[in-house]
Structures are given as C-alpha cells and as structure tokens.
C-alpha cells in the first residue's frame, strides 16, 4: 500500500528530473520537447509512467469519450501536467485538479518550462483527499 512518504519521495523524484532537463535545455523550448526528455530522466530514474493517457471521464454513471489527455501518469498515483508559460493562472490549477479527481490520483505537480528556475517558480504541487486518507508511513 502506497504511504504519504512514498508519494513525496516519488514527486522529489520527479520535479529532480524535470530540474535535470531544465538545467539542461534551458527554457524557450516547446512543451513536447521538455516532455521527451523529462520520460528519458524518468526513465533512467527507473520509475514507470503513461504518457498523453486518456483520461476517463464519467458523466451520471456513463463513459464518455471526450478525448482528455493528461501528460503524464507516472507509478499509477501521481499527475503530472507540463507548461511553457509566462506564469501559472487558476486555470490551470482546475485542470490539474480535475485530472487528479478523475484518476483517483492522490497527488499532482504543475511544472513549467519556461522559468529560470523549476524550483523556485516553475512547479506547484498539489495533493486532494485520495492523499489525505493515505497512512503517513
């Protein structure tokens, strides 16, 4: 069973890789680039993902296909939703938790590109209440 630990190791993990490819690249590229290379980190980081995975959604009982991609599922518990934008707004925030809500996903990270740096301003986190009932360890 995964605990609250496990989940922040694993986003520590993650925002690691995306600060690899920042360091990296540098921003000012498009955000399919930043998306191959960031799976390439997670890759040799050893952890598993789904990439562009439609997102289902269920409306009064009933699966419709809307064709709703997040961009990246990663160890079957964590969203992550990738930018190259000025700055975050509140739409984007929604998007990302909405994506959590529909996959049942406990935790999220926003992560933008286009910074000068990914820790500081280019990622928020987010957790919903899938993380709150998880064991602390």
């Known amino acids: 069973m995964l605990t609250k630990r496990d989940i922040d190791e694993l986003t520590y993990s993650v925002i690691g890789a995306a600060i690899e490819v920042h360091k990296t690249l540098g921003p000012g590229l498009l955000e399919s680039v930043y998306q191959k290379f960031l799976k ?25 296909d809307i064709n709703l991609r997040c961009d990246l599922y990663i160890e079957e518990c964590l969203v992550v939703d990738l930018k190259t934008i000025n700055s975050f707004h509140s739409i984007h925030f929604a998007q990302l938790l909405t994506y959590m809500k529909l996959l049942k996903a406990p935790k999220g990270i926003l992560i933008n ?24 360890e």
């Not at 590109?113 to 602390?136: S, Y």
Request: with cysteine.
């Open 113 to 136: 590109f286009h910074c000068a740096k990914i820790f500081k301003e280019g990622q928020k986190t987010f957790v919903n209440e899938f993380f709150r009932i998880l064991p602390d």
């Open 40 to 64: 390439y980190e997670l890759s040799i980081r050893g952890l598993t993902y789904k990439s562009e995975m439609i997102v289902p959604v269920q409306y009064k009982n009933v699966n419709i």
